[in-house]
């Protein structure tokens, strides 16, 4: 640099200047630091501030932070018959029309100073005390600001992919996944759309009607019309986020409805993630588990979930330690998920007694190589995870009876015994795990979903994944009607976890939870046993079992 010309290094110092100057506002960027106090509790050195409730019990941040009672969306919720007022932007600092929606009561507008009041001492704006449950926070003046900065920006830019009569939506789709499945959700979702953009055409004419009155609009304008694109990605999961940013950034949505992307959802999971972008119940054997997961809403752990109930199954059968498990399972992500989640689930002691063997997926033992091959007599328990044609000729050493362990297990991951056959001594021995409910046809019980495809014409869908992207845009319908034109990636998300949290509404699977900061609406599975005889149900005799 001290060879430079002079001008030359007035220009360097003064970009190196601004350079820092930048730098160092970003480090203190107020309405930051108040996402952080807001969500997690944390005030501006990193540690948890303290607050009073009650009048004198003291809780610190992480125990009690705002997003506790107000979520993240600021528009608050309800709990034992007491409603937490909306604080948002627009709430705190704007005056509340007469015609507008009810989440926002009525009262005066704040300023900042009485804002922080409100805060630190529980003074509303009219000079009452706030409910002794509403925390007195210790903030110093810097954090003061920085949690009124962060309160600004809530609510006060309208939502990605919502403009005043129509909503933008996606589903994403990649070209590896099951074309049955692909097929399945694309179909449902696009005809859900046509289905709502048809039925509330009396939404729209009476909304217009509702402006034009004298008084104003006279209800909350619910009606949106929907926009679904569906993305489709093309080549390895590599090439999946670049592919994801450029359609997001030509047609950002406000949420994603189903989706079938197979064992590449990871990929997308983080991406919805990282945009905020609400993902409602896709298809998907292999969802994410591990890690900070608030966007996306699964309707079970898969593979994992029906692992863990296998070993939960085993352990509860057995009662003795000595028992012998010998799990066989296709070498790949899927059967090596399932037995991770399968041994982490296994109680200890039955570990050491545990083996497993990996077989490639482009290879098919005949009968005579798995009994020549495969020492299958010691084993007293057998998990397959296989290929139809691997299991079917696995299956064939019922010829050999003394082969034969005393308890076979399958999953639906891997396994649909609706298509696969095996010798009666085999099938006798079977426990099939899956999570869908059944009828004494051994087919899945959703007549809601069923009625629907049929009258449609969709009924040679492929039943589960048609009825999951059905559900999950019935969901995303319902929410929105909920959410009262107070449209919100952040309340969508809130409202789908109060509405799915025992929700009455028919699904695949019998039992259906969410609560808060959950993300996976079925905790069990169905084990079963197989009928026999080519005339008989296929499954009969269930029990639900919880891992």
């Known amino acids: 640099m001290s060879d430079s010309p002079p001008g030359c290094r007035r220009f360097l110092l003064a970009a190196v200047l601004l350079l820092s100057a930048t730098s160092a506002a970003a480090a203190i960027d107020p309405a930051a630091a108040g996402r952080r106090l807001y969500r997690d509790g944390l005030g501006r050195d990193g540690s948890p501030v303290t607050a009073i409730v009650q009048g004198d019990v003291s809780v610190t941040g992480i125990t009690l932070a705002c997003v506790s009672c107000h979520r993240r969306s600021g528009l608050g919720t309800s709990e034992g018959g007491r409603r937490m007022p909306a604080i948002t932007g627009p ?8 015609n507008q929606s009810g989440l926002r009561g009525a009262r005066p507008v704040y300023t900042e100073e009485a804002l922080v009041r409100a805060i630190t001492a529980g003074v509303a704006a009219d000079g009452r005390s706030l409910s002794p449950l509403m925390p007195r926070y210790a903030l110093d003046a810097e954090e003061s600001r920085a949690i009124v900065a962060y309160l600004r920006t809530l609510g006060a830019e309208p939502a990605d992919g919502v403009t005043g009569t129509e909503i933008e939506l996606a589903t994403i789709v990649a070209a590896s996944a099951p074309a049955s499945q692909r097929e399945a959700v694309t179909t449902v979702v696009r005809r859900f759309a046509e289905f709502i953009n048809s039925g509330t055409r009396q939404e729209e004419r009476r909304a217009l009607a509702s402006r034009r009155h004298p008084y104003g609009e006279r209800h909350a304008r619910t009606f949106r019309r929907w926009n679904v694109s569906v993305w489709t990605l093309e080549g390895p999961t590599t090439s999946w986020p670049a592919q994801l940013e450029r359609l997001y950034r030509k047609r950002s949505p406000f949420a994603v409805i189903s989706g079938a992307a197979g064992t590449g959802w990871p990929v997308v999971h983080r991406f919805c993630e990282q945009h905020e972008l609400p993902c409602v119940l896709p298809v998907t054997p292999l969802p994410v588990e591990a890690g900070a997961a608030y966007y996306t809403i699964y309707f079970s752990a898969g593979v994992r979930l029906e692992a863990r109930v ?3 199954s085993i352990a509860a059968g057995t009662g003795n330690p000595e028992r012998r498990i010998l799990v066989l399972h296709i070498d790949d992500v899927l059967g090596r998920a399932a037995l991770e989640a399968f041994t982490a689930a296994l109680p200890e002691s039955q570990r050491a007694r545990l083996r497993s063997l990996a077989i490639s997926p482009v290879m098919t033992p005949t009968t005579q190589d ?3 091959h495969v020492d299958l007599g010691p084993a ?6 296989l290929a139809a044609p691997q299991l079917e000729a696995l299956a064939g050493i019922a010829s050999r ?13 891997f396994t649909d015994w609706n298509i696969v056959r095996a010798p009666p001594l085999f099938e006798q021995r079977v426990r099939h795990v899956r999570p869908y409910r059944i009828d004494e046809n051994g087919r899945a019980v959703f007549p809601r979903e069923d009625n629907w495809l049929r009258r449609r014409g969709l009924s040679a869908l492929e039943r589960i994944p048609a009825a999951e992207a059905l559900f999950a845009s019935h969901i995303t319908g319902e929410a929105m009607f909920a959410m009262a034109d107070n449209y919100s990636r952040d309340y969508f998300i809130e409202t789908l976890e109060h509405m799915l949290d025992g929700t009455d509404m028919t699904t695949v699977y019998p039992l259906t939870t969410l609560g808060t900061g959950q993300r996976f609406l079925a905790k069990g599975a169905y084990v079963l046993r197989l009928g026999s005889g080519i005339t008989a149900s296929r499954y009969i005799s269930s029990e639900w079992v919880h891992p």
Do not use: G, I, K, N
């Open 310 to 312: 296998t070993a939960r």
């Open 370 to 372: 798995w009994l020549d």
């Open 91 to 98: 709430a705190l600092f704007e005056p509340v029309a007469p």
């Open 380 to 385: 007293d328990v057998l998990v397959a995870w």
């Open 401 to 413: 009876p003394a082969a034969l362990p005393r308890h076979v297990y399958t999953a639906s991951t």
